[in-house]
């Protein structure tokens, strides 16, 4: 029998389960953490992109308001996403724009004007 197949296989299935498995199990902890303390005042973005200040909470659900109109919305708490309002700061470039690189301000070979007038 050949042990060094059993070795390598057992060696995947960790390295599958340390890169994959675990670090998802961690952040839908995290993200269940998070839904539980939510509690009234705080502002919270919701998977669809909706902001609002937490008026009210129950067991499985929560009520926000959304704007100075005192607009009203009865969202589940699973459908929270962030707490705080969740930004683009960074954002994803195109394949396009990955490939092009910065122009060069000024090629080494050529003199700036003033400097040929000098000579």
Known sequence: MDYTFILTMVAFVAIFYFMMIRPENKRKKQAQQMRDSLKKGDVVTSIGGIVGKIVSTSEKTIIIETSEDRV?????????????????????????????KEPAEAPVDELPAAEEEEK
């Open 72 to 100: 009203r919305m009865e969202l589940t708490r699973w459908a929270v996403s962030t707490v705080g309002v969740q930004t683009d700061e960074q954002p994803e470039t195109t394949k396009k724009e990955k490939g092009k």
